[in-house]
């Protein structure tokens, strides 16, 4: 559980320096709902770490010389992502975080089968959501 200013300073984060997506974690599968926050400032995001959880990884710098070492803090265990989304969704400002947030909480669950197997008409379903989800811009 977030405190309204811990849930509103994520979502300002999110806002500003975050990503809601989906993403494939393997190929021929569908894709996933994750959060991601990119940043320079590492201890800011092991203070998200610390309040929700997920992994930080290293970008790449390809010129160290004039670019300071960069980090992504992801967030991709479902459970962990659902509570998050649930209590940023009403901080979140701007509208397609915003739209994306909303479309995962509503209906990505009923669209994803527990066993992972999709009949013709619930592929065809999920389909649809990824193309409206990744057509918010």
Known sequence: M???????????IIDGEGTITL??????????????????????LFYI?????GYITSKKNYKPSIHKDSFVLTIKNKQ???????????YLIISHKKKRASLILERYNELTPRNGKYT???????????????SIK
């Open 2 to 12: 977030l405190s309204n200013t811990e849930a509103a300073y994520l979502a300002g």
């Open 120 to 134: 013709p008409e619930t592929q065809l379903l999920k389909q649809q959501f990824e193309d409206e989800f990744l």
């Open 23 to 44: 993403t494939k974690m393997h190929k021929g599968e569908h894709r996933r709902p994750i959060i991601s926050i990119a940043s320079t400032d590492k201890d800011l």
């Open 80 to 90: 962990d992502l659902f509570n998050i989304l649930k209590e940023i969704a009403p």
């Open 49 to 53: 770490q610390h309040l929700v959880g």
